[in-house]
Nanobody
Framework: QVQLVESGGGLVQAGDSLRLSCATSARAFSTYAMGWFRQAPGKEREFVAAISRSGGDTYADSVKDRFIISRDNVKNTVSLQMNSLKAEDTAIYYC???????????????WGQGTQVTVSS
């Protein structure tokens, strides 16, 4: 069972940057695709970004050109660099592991507990 722990959330102002990290217990981390999802109050969980085992990535249109996902297969971590943050980025952010890169939450097998990101306008 893969365990995921997110960190790096907090309260920032619109236009600021924030970097989220996700540490994993996976011995075979490099064999997993990793994704970030978010859930705002009263809304469904939505896809943010994902990175394949080989480093290919995909982003939601709402964050493309502002967010960057990356992975470190030595440290077994995945990160989400969030730039030019907007109030609508406020949500709980979750990292997740999947056998292949996907934008669908149902394809992910393991989830972290989430980290809160609040952007004040």
């Amino acid at each position: 069972q893969v365990q995921l722990v997110e960190s790096g959330g907090g309260l920032v102002q619109a236009g600021d940057s924030l970097r989220l990290s996700c540490a994993t217990s996976a011995r075979a981390f490099s064999t997993y695709a990793m994704g970030w999802f978010r859930q705002a109050p009263g809304k469904e969980r939505e896809f943010v970004a994902a990175i394949s085992r080989s480093g290919g990535d995909t982003y939601a249109d709402s964050v493309k050109d502002r967010f960057i996902i990356s992975r470190d297969n030595v440290k077994n971590t995945v990160s989400l660099q969030m730039n030019s943050l907007k109030a609508e980025d406020t949500a709980i952010y979750y990292c997740a592991a999947a056998p292949f890169i996907s934008r669908r939450s149902q394809d992910y097998r393991a989830w972290g507990q989430g980290t809160q990101v609040t952007v004040s306008s």
